[in-house]
């Protein structure tokens, strides 16, 4: 049998060898290729993994890890770490219990981080074979503590600074155009990671803050797949996930600085669930963050327990792709702020909402302890209560409805300004959007709107607001179809205010119309308080009706307005008052052209127009053609406002043509039998009749002196006496110490002109106070100050006569008790150059009185001669003359008048005296001042020293 054996062996192996001598040598080499690509490779690397893997098994003994991990660790950082490996195998996993990183020498070597224990379990072979199963991954009650050493953190020192090179950013990969990946291999993915009681403690130098007892879970598990599809299909391929953090619920929270302080159980929780339980898979989610009754301080004093929750309850269907509101909403104090509920089809594509509120109840008072205490601010009060129920949103980003209402109860608010009580307001809206055009309806209502400005009450009223309006292509385009306004009194319903407006504005041209066709305003119909607070003084107790149409557009060279307004006033018998504007301004050539500007009421008498233009090319003007005129005519004495009442007529024709350097303005003012009366000043002025041409030049040519000439010298012909052109019969008011109408001035005549820039009165006399007043050759010239702005050359001369004018008529009008020592009588001749004293700044107002001539007044009343004495006698209160010939002159001397010589800042004063009657016996002489300063005389009679 042996011997068989090798027979049988040795011919087997020959004839192999006789089959392989028979196959070509391409043959032969191909069979060795695929026997060392197919066999002996794999097996190669499968030897090779094979003893690496038990190198390493048998290498990183948990002895070894731990010696590794803390010996890197110390090279690569500032601090040390300390643990513990309880086991730790390349196939299964590791676990590793009482980890502690402590901080550097910087820190004094506390502690940083501190952690019970981290495991990771899986199966390598299994996950060699598709099985991805992350069986544990758990951190367990680590601590955090984070710490701050003049300004900088502990975590920013523990590693150290690394010379690792930058790695260059490879370029992003196009992503693939396919709708789903395909795996050589099936797999299944089960992960489970749990992280216990994490606390964080944080030692900052300005604040300390703290928390613990965060807890997160996270369990996800996918069935065998190879498909991957790159849409929310992807979510079919679920079997199971929770996450959820905190899932019991509450967690510690502190804070602490200078400023406040915080320790609280806080609510923190929130889940995400994956449920494939049903046909439908759907995710759903909840919320809750707040606290409960937290004793909170701020500033050293404790607030109100806080007191909130914000919370949700959500679901969404992956297949459907809709997303359902369950419960979303914010509670403060025990009251819902707001809850909303609902849902959003096509979450991932195009938005659908449906939503809407179900409750809603805002209580002001409950934060007002926190605004105190964080703002200090007591003197601001406020309370009451808002709600924003009913709330309602239908529709996508493009097509919209919105309808809602915010009501407002028992609003209060009050500074030490204004105080203001609503019991009850509701605002109502609704929204319509279609792609890029809106239309918004609103309307405001409130009954009672009780308020105070300081101590003034100003009672109660209702307001009433409805509006409609809509917007065009994003709001480039805007229209208001009707804004109607009511501001009423709640007791009578009486409206004091109404309006009623409509209008349109292009924004992108800017361009647009506004249309008031009602605003009746009925001063009588307000509360009490706000009528006296504000109006008190507006003469109005009839109705005031308004209509108005108004254009306008903002170009870039061109703005122009159109104006088209009629006003009915009923207290002043206004019925038809029109006023008709067009007014372009021309940016490009600085030019301002008034088209039309028309003011008339045919009922009231009254007509204005005007019409030109004006150029600003330079300041404050270049050119101008400008034309106004203005009538008045009343036949009767009727109210024009107030107690003023006027008749007769009144004519005003000017014109304005050129520049500052040429041109000039002209015109004529006429009055022909005009009354002007007021009942409560007891005015009355009497058929005053002017024709007063006028002529102003703006040029600033050569200054000639007006008061050079002494017209004095020139013979007094009547033939070349100018004609009175301005006349009044009377000038009545109150008198001054007796509750009755006085006459002051009668039978006032006077022939005047304006022209080159000279105010002149050829000849004036009136009637006053049982006197006379005679004036000629009153002037006052311009000269150059309309162009150069300047005071200095402004002349003035004055010729005036005054005879007997009994000023003790202001004491006592009584004709039977007229005494001649109240008598006035003067004389006065004087001119003068330059105002700056009186009209310049700074050193202007130092300059001397430029003025010559004389006053002689040969006629005065005691009292006005006493006033006139101690301006020339006193100094700071004390008279030149001592006090001893004060007191002789005081009551042995009659002052029968005063004689003035001036002369370029001074004067020269003559006093004329007389003895009194115990004066006999006493030597009395005239007495004489020298070279007074005018301006100083002047300060000391009107009391300015």
């Known amino acids: ?92 996993g590791f676990e590793i219990q009482n980890i502690v990183i402590r901080n550097g020498e910087e820190f004094n070597r506390t502690g940083f981080v501190e952690i019970e224990r981290i495991v990771l379990r899986y199966n390598l072979f299994s996950m060699l074979t598709g099985n991805l199963h992350l069986k544990e991954i758990g951190i367990y009650k680590p601590k955090i503590f984070l710490k701050e050493k003049n300004g900088i953190w502990n975590f920013a020192r523990l590693m150290k600074p690394g010379s690792g090179k930058v790695e260059e950013a490879k370029p992003e990969e196009k992503a693939s155009s396919s709708d789903e990946i395909n795996l050589p291999i099936s797999v299944d993915f089960f992960l489970n990671f749990m992280l216990e009681n994490l606390q964080v403690f944080v030692d900052g130098e300005s604040f300390d803050t703290s928390m613990k007892g965060l807890t997160y879970n996270m369990n996800v598990y996918i069935p065998p797949f190879r498909r991957v599809p790159l849409s929310m299909e992807a979510v079919s391929l679920l079997e199971q996930m929770r996450i959820e953090l905190n899932p019991q619920g509450e967690m510690d929270v502190s804070f ?106 805002i209580v002001l008072s409950d934060l007002y302890p926190y605004f105190v205490n964080f703002t200090g601010n007591r003197s601001i009060k406020f309370g009451g209560v808002i709600s924003l129920f009913p709330l309602m949103l239908k529709g996508d980003l493009s097509s919209a409805d919105i309808n809602g209402m915010v009501n407002l109860k028992n609003i209060t608010f009050k500074n030490p300004d204004v105080d203001v009580n609503i019991p009850e307001l509701n605002f109502l809206y609704k929204v319509r959007k279609r792609n890029d055009d809106m239309k918004i309806s609103a309307s405001i209502d409130s009954r009672h709107i009780i308020a105070a400005i300081g101590r003034d009450k100003l009672g109660d009223n209702g307001i009433s607001l409805d509006l409609d309006v809509y917007a065009k292509k994003n709001f480039s385009y805007i229209g208001i179809n009707n804004l109607a306004f009511k501001l009423f009194n709640p007791l009578t319903n009486r409206n004091a205010l109404n309006l009623k407006l409509a209008g349109n504005t292009d924004l992108k041209n800017l361009a647009g119309k506004i249309r008031i066709s009602r605003l009746t305003f009925v001063k009588e119909n307000l509360s009490g308080g706000i009528k006296n607070k504000f109006l008190a003084d507006v003469p109005l107790s009839k109705p005031v009706d308004v209509s108005l149409d108004l254009g306008f557009s903002l170009g870039k060279d061109i703005a122009r307005a159109t104006i088209g307004m009629l006003v009915k006033v009923q207290d002043y018998d206004i019925k038809d008052l029109l006023i008709n504007a067009d007014i372009l301004q021309n940016y490009p050539e600085r030019r301002i052209q008034i088209n039309q500007f028309d003011i008339a009421a045919k009922s009231f008498g009254l007509s204005f127009a005007a019409g030109g233009f004006l150029e600003t090319k330079s300041s404050p003007f270049s050119d101008s053609d400008l034309k106004l005129s203005l009538r008045l005519d009343r036949p009767e004495l009727k109210p024009v406002y107030g107690p003023w009442e006027i008749s007769g007529s009144v004519q005003l024709d000017a014109d304005m043509k050129g520049g500052p350097e040429s041109g000039r303005a002209s015109g004529n003012f006429m009055t022909n039998d005009l009354f002007v009366h007021n009942a409560e000043s007891m005015l009355a002025v009497e058929d005053m009749n002017m024709n007063f041409p006028f002529e102003y030049s703006f040029a600033s040519g050569p200054v000639e002196s007006r008061i050079a000439v002494n017209k004095a010298q020139l013979i007094d012909n009547e033939n070349f006496m100018v004609m009175e052109n301005f006349t009044i019969k009377s000038i009545k008011a109150k008198h001054p110490a007796r509750n009755i109408q006085y006459e002051y001035v009668s039978d006032f005549a006077s022939s005047m002109f304006f022209k080159n820039n000279a105010f002149e009165i050829s000849k004036m006399r009136m009637y006053v106070m049982d006197g006379a007043v005679y004036g000629r050759d009153i002037l006052f010239y311009l000269a150059d100050m309309p162009a150069t702005g300047s005071y200095k050359n402004i002349e003035y001369r004055l010729i005036l006569d005054v005879t007997n004018v009994d000023i003790g008529k202001l004491d006592d009008p009584d004709p039977g008790k007229k005494t001649r020592e109240a008598e006035l009588s003067l004389n006065a001749n004087f001119a003068g150059k330059g105002l700056d004293m009186f009209l310049g700044k700074g050193k202007d107002r130092s300059k001397e009185l430029n003025v010559k001539g004389f006053i002689n007044i040969n006629k005065i009343g005691e009292k006005f001669a006493k006033k006139l004495m101690e301006a020339m006698n006193d100094e700071k209160g004390k008279s030149k003359i001592g006090a001893l010939a004060q007191f002789v002159l005081d009551n042995s001397g009659v002052i029968k008048g005063f004689k003035y010589n001036l002369n370029i800042g001074l004067m020269d004063v003559e006093v004329n005296l007389d003895r009194k009657a115990i004066g006999y016996g006493i030597f009395i002489e005239d007495i004489e001042r020298r070279r007074i300063p005018i301006q100083e005389y002047l300060n000391n009679i009107f009391g300015r020293n």
């Open 1 to 92: 049998m042996p011997g068989k054996n090798k027979e049988n062996t040795g011919g087997s192996s020959s004839i192999r060898n006789s089959a392989e001598k028979k196959r070509s040598l391409p043959v032969r080499i191909f069979i060795k290729f695929i026997k060392i690509l197919f066999i002996w490779i794999p097996l190669s690397v499968i030897s090779l993994i094979a003893v690496l893997l038990i190198f390493l098994k048998l290498y990183l003994t948990p002895g070894r890890v731990e010696g590794l991990a803390v010996s890197n660790f110390s090279k690569l950082s500032n601090g040390s770490l300390a643990l513990k490996v309880n086991d730790f195998s390349i196939y299964s």
């Open 256 to 361: 602490s600085n200078k400023d406040a302080g915080l320790i609280t159980p806080l609510t923190l929780t929130w889940k995400l669930i994956f449920d494939k339980s049903n046909k439908t898979p759907l995710f759903g989610s909840g919320f809750r963050f707040g606290t409960h009754k937290a004793p909170v301080r701020f500033r050293q004093s404790y607030l109100a327990p806080l007191d909130f929750m914000v919370s949700y309850d959500i679901v969404y269907f992956p297949k459907e792709d809709f997303l359902k509101v369950n419960d979303f909403g914010l509670s403060f104090h025990g009251n819902k702020w707001f809850n909303i509920t609902g849902g959003v089809q096509d979450v991932t594509k195009d938005q659908k909402f449906n939503i809407r509120m179900t409750e809603s109840r």
